[in-house]
């Protein structure tokens, strides 16, 4: 293909080269660069291209691969690195310093309504919140995983009726 042909083809693309990229952005301003970064890197990597091959296929990898490359690149330049000593600020929830009395309040309600469980679905329950896995809780438990999950899921809904008030509906 000589750099004639090369150019018309790339032309003649140009129109839906523009609607996909607008489709991967959602953006007319940011589809606009794309397809001019497209175009660069399709005319300087020309020689890569090989004949009797899909032109338009090549050209649309490139653009395809351009977005997910400047999309990964982004993201990582989001990503925020806080090399400070000091961490006690990270673990403060939305910059309060302390939790307020009504979550107090709420949390002693919660643990009093698990502590008044029966102990068959108390501690398992207690042990998964904690972070066991239900396996884990079968064998120290000594039960049938299929009791675990069951007596889990009892545990929540009985949670849920004794902690009405606090249903977000």
Same mark, same amino acid.
């Given at each position: 293909m000589t750099q004639v042909q090369f150019?018309?083809?790339?032309?003649?693309?140009?129109?839906? =080269?523009?609607?996909?990229?607008?489709?991967? !952005?959602?953006d007319s301003e &940011?589809?606009?660069?794309?397809?001019?970064?497209t175009f660069l890197k399709a005319l300087t990597y020309r020689d890569k291209f090989e004949s009797n091959t899909n032109f338009k296929a090549w050209v649309y990898t490139i653009m395809k691969n351009t977005f997910i490359n400047d999309y990964r690149r982004s993201n990582k330049m989001k990503t925020a690195f806080d090399s400070s000593v000091n961490e006690y600020h990270l673990n403060m929830p939305n910059g309060k310093g302390f939790p307020s009395p009504e979550s107090r309040i709420s949390t002693n309600d919660i643990n009093q309504s698990i502590q008044s469980l029966e102990d068959d679905y108390r501690i398992p329950f207690t042990m998964f919140v904690e972070g066991y896995k239900y396996k884990e809780i079968a064998e120290t438990l000594n039960l049938p995983l299929g009791t675990?999950?069951? #007596?889990?899921?009892? !545990? #929540? &809904?009985? =949670?849920?009726?004794?902690?009405?008030?606090?249903?977000?509906?």
């Open positions: 150019n018309h083809a790339l032309m003649s693309l140009s129109d839906k =080269l523009y609607y996909y990229a607008l489709s991967l !952005t959602s &940011k589809a606009n660069d794309l397809l001019q970064e675990v999950k069951s #007596r889990i899921f009892f !545990t #929540r &809904k009985k =949670l849920e009726s004794l902690l009405i008030e606090y249903s977000p509906n």
